[in-house]
């Protein structure tokens, strides 16, 4: 079992940044992938970002050159580094991993407001 759980989120003006946390815990070797999804009311829940074990990062098309995953393994912690919020980037922010035996785990959500 995978443990996440999520930090970060809040209201911020258009233009501004955010940086979201999701610290994991459990059997967290079994990870293969952490990601960051998002759902807006009325809309389906989308992957904004995903980081590999080995680093590989895959972006939407929506967010490439504003939003940054990273992680650091030391403290099982993955980040998203959102810059320059636009208001259709507001939703439920939340994190994803996907282990082996196509295992996923959720956190619990965080929410991200941006006021135009």
């Known amino acids: 079992q995978v443990q996440l759980v999520e930090s970060g989120g809040g209201l911020v003006q258009a233009g501004g940044s955010l940086r979201l946390s999701c610290a994991a815990s459990?059997?967290?070797?079994?990870?293969?992938?952490m990601g960051w999804y998002r759902q807006a009311p009325g809309k389906q829940r989308e992957l904004v970002a995903a980081?590999?074990?080995?680093?590989?990062?895959t972006y939407v098309a929506s967010v490439k050159g504003r939003f940054t995953i990273s992680r650091d393994n030391a403290r099982n912690t993955v980040y998203l580094q959102m810059n320059s919020l636009k208001p259709e980037d507001a939703a439920v922010y939340y994190c994803?991993?996907?282990?082996?035996?196509?295992?996923?785990?959720w956190g619990q959500g965080t929410q991200v407001t941006v006021s135009s």
């Open positions: 459990g059997t967290i070797f079994s990870i293969k992938v």
């Open positions: 980081i590999t074990s080995g680093g590989i990062t």
């Open positions: 994803n991993a996907a282990a082996v035996g196509r295992q996923n785990y």
